[in-house]
């Protein structure tokens, strides 16, 4: 028999933060109002001290939720050990060839958005934990990013992640199996708030996934 699909989660990306202050209570917020697999932290340039103390505060906010945390941004990579966030999240097949040398197996090590299928085949193979398809906004219609992952999930063992433009796009980000639908913007900026689009977004999944009498 097949193997069943899978259920397909929500994953968050963070704004780029150069400061936490006025983030960290919506960041909290939405990470408990629903089930969030993990969240990857952009922080913004700055000094090593200050991004490190940043990165602490918001991993264990993520971690005490239950949310694998993963840091990105130019540089982030001497400071993921410290941090004790769980990996990191890279942009590009380069990138990702270093991270994964330096870091696997012992942290994850994600990336995308990946706009050709020879460079996410690329990734794939070289062990990244997952690729992602797409991008929050400005970038290719969703329309592509469904298209690509349509073709990846039903060839490819390595998780696909799908960036959802909007809320109600993770549904059919779960119609074609990706393992994650990753939210940004459309939970960041929600009018209700970041909490109340988490819980939405969680039930749009839960009802894709619902079994058909």
């Given at each position: 028999?097949?193997?069943d ?6 994953m ?20 408990a ?5 993990a ?18 505060t918001l ?11 993963l840091?990105?941004?130019d ?18 097949l ?45 970038g ?7 298209e ?10 390595t ?10 796009q ?14 940004g ?18 039930s ?10």
């Open positions: 028999m097949p193997d699909p899978p259920v397909t989660r929500l968050l990306i963070t704004p780029e933060l150069g400061e936490i202050d006025a983030f960290e209570a919506s960041f909290e917020g939405a990470l109002a629903g089930d969030v697999a969240v990857v932290i952009r922080l913004a340039p700055a000094d090593d001290r200050t991004r490190l103390a940043r990165a602490k991993v264990e906010a993520a971690q005490a939720e239950g949310a694998a945390a840091l990105a941004g540089g982030v990579e001497d400071i993921v050990g410290k941090s004790g966030a769980d990996g990191l999240h890279v942009a590009d380069a990138a990702a060839l270093d991270a994964i040398e330096r870091f696997k197996p012992e942290k994850i090590v994600g990336c995308g958005p990946l706009a050709s299928r020879d460079d996410a085949m690329a990734a794939g193979e070289a062990g990244v934990d997952y690729v992602l398809f797409g991008e929050d906004v400005g290719r219609p969703f329309d592509a990013t469904l690509r992952v349509a073709w990846w999930t039903p060839i490819f063992e998780p696909c992640v799908g960036f959802a433009q909007e809320l109600d993770v549904a059919a980000l779960a119609g074609e199996n990706a393992e994650f639908a990753l939210l913007e459309a939970v960041w900026r929600h009018q209700s708030g970041p909490a109340v689009a988490v819980a939405e977004a969680g749009m999944l839960s009802l894709a996934k619902a079994p058909t009498p």
